[in-house]
């Protein structure tokens, strides 16, 4: 069973900035995607963004391209998500998660695993 605990999330107001974290206890995840979904309130969860580790090559969804960067550091097994130029709309239960594979079309089909997630609010 692999572990993901996010941490980082919190109150921000509109403009500003906030670096959600997500530790993993999976070690051997080199030939695997990881990335951030979101979920906001009456809503479905959608995909923001992901990383194939290995590489580090990135993809995002439209709606966050040139404000949020998805990042990783091997050495400390932990994916990042730096999110600028908040807007109240990005308010969401933020989940990191592990997939096998990726599928911009249907990008939560390939998770295998979610974090428990952790509370990003944009205030106006």
């Known amino acids: 069973q692999v572990q993901l605990v996010e941490s980082g999330g919190g109150l921000v107001q509109a403009g500003g900035s906030l670096r959600l974290s997500c530790t993993t206890s999976?070690?051997?995840?080199?030939?695997?995607?990881m990335g951030w979904f979101r979920q906001a309130p009456g809503k479905e969860r959608e995909f923001v963004a992901r990383i194939w580790w290995s590489s580090g090559t990135t993809y995002y969804h439209d709606s966050v391209k040139g404000r949020f960067t998805i990042s990783r550091d091997s050495a400390k097994n932990t994916l990042y998500l730096q999110m600028n130029s908040l807007k109240p709309e990005d308010t969401a239960v933020y989940y990191c998660?592990?997939?096998?594979?990726?599928?911009?079309?249907?990008?939560?089909?390939?998770?295998?695993?979610w974090g428990q997630g952790t509370q990003v609010t944009v205030s106006s």
């Open positions: 999976r070690r051997a995840f080199s030939t695997y995607y």
């Open positions: 998660a592990t997939m096998s594979v990726f599928t911009p079309a249907q990008p939560d089909r390939g998770v295998d695993y």
